[in-house]
């Protein structure tokens, strides 16, 4: 089976930086993205991280350790209009080599003046 | 450049009818996958399309099936709707069968049964 665990609501004031962990149980793994969705929006496509390390893309950052199924998006000088949830998302191979997504459950992110 | 496309956007049906949602993927995009994100939830993984055939499938019944067209847009078919089929249907497309890392998705068909 895959499982991933990330926390259900996180709150943060404007400018200040913000870190949404995201652990993972997966049979197989390529690399965990990031997506923003706002309310009634569609996800948007964030960051992605196949190999160990940061990966920095304006004020995101994100972050991954594949020896400990971990990764984290990292959001700095945080703006009212970031406020959305958050999801991160393993990227899994199967048996034919395709490959598809499998999303945690999110996280909800405020951002308070 | 045109992204996602979903019709309709909204969409009440009835418990044991059928519905038939539609997608057309972003130029230069030939992968279409279908995801259902039930209210507070993720996108759950339904099934993906690569040259006209179902290339992998998350989790679902066979209620649920699909179509590509040459031209790389696809449907969405669900049967038998259930009142739990009630959900956002999104559409995602990305080039190649293996670039699924970043997906570029559609604004979703809001399904309502009742």
């Known amino acids: 089976g895959q499982s991933l665990e990330q926390p259900s609501e996180v709150t943060a004031v404007e400018g200040a930086i913000v870190q949404i962990n995201c652990t993972y149980q997966?049979?197989?793994?390529?690399?965990l993205s990031w997506y923003q969705q706002h309310d009634g929006g569609a996800p948007t496509f964030l960051s992605y991280?196949?190999?160990?390390g940061l990966e920095e893309t304006g004020r995101f950052s994100s972050f991954l350790s594949r020896s400990d199924s971990y990764g984290y998006l990292l959001l700095q000088e945080l703006q009212m209009k970031d406020s959305a949830s958050y999801f991160c998302?393993?990227?899994?191979?199967?048996?034919?080599?395709?490959?598809?997504?499998?999303f945690g459950t999110g996280t909800r992110l405020t951002v308070i003046p | 450049d045109a992204g996602v496309t979903q019709s309709p956007t909204h969409l009440i049906k009835t418990r044991g009818q059928q519905v038939t949602l539609r997608c057309s993927p972003k130029?230069?995009?030939?992968?279409v996958s279908w995801y259902q994100q039930a209210l507070g939830q993720g996108p759950q993984f339904i099934f993906q399309?690569?040259?006209?055939?179902?290339?992998q499938r998350g989790n679902f019944p066979d209620r649920f099936s699909g179509h590509q067209f040459p031209n790389y847009s696809s449907e969405l078919n669900v049967n038998a709707l259930l009142l739990g089929d009630s959900a956002l249907y999104l559409c995602?497309?990305?080039?190649?069968?293996?670039?699924?890392?970043?997906?570029?998705f559609g604004p979703g068909t809001r399904l309502t049964v009742t």
């Open positions: 995602a497309s990305s080039a190649g069968l293996a670039g699924g890392a970043e997906q570029y």
């Open positions: 997966t049979s197989g793994f390529y690399g």
């Open positions: 991280n196949a190999l160990d």
């Open positions: 998302a393993v990227r899994t191979p199967d048996q034919t080599g395709a490959n598809n997504l499998f």
């Open positions: 130029s230069g995009h030939d992968t």
């Open positions: 399309y690569y040259e006209e055939e179902e290339r």
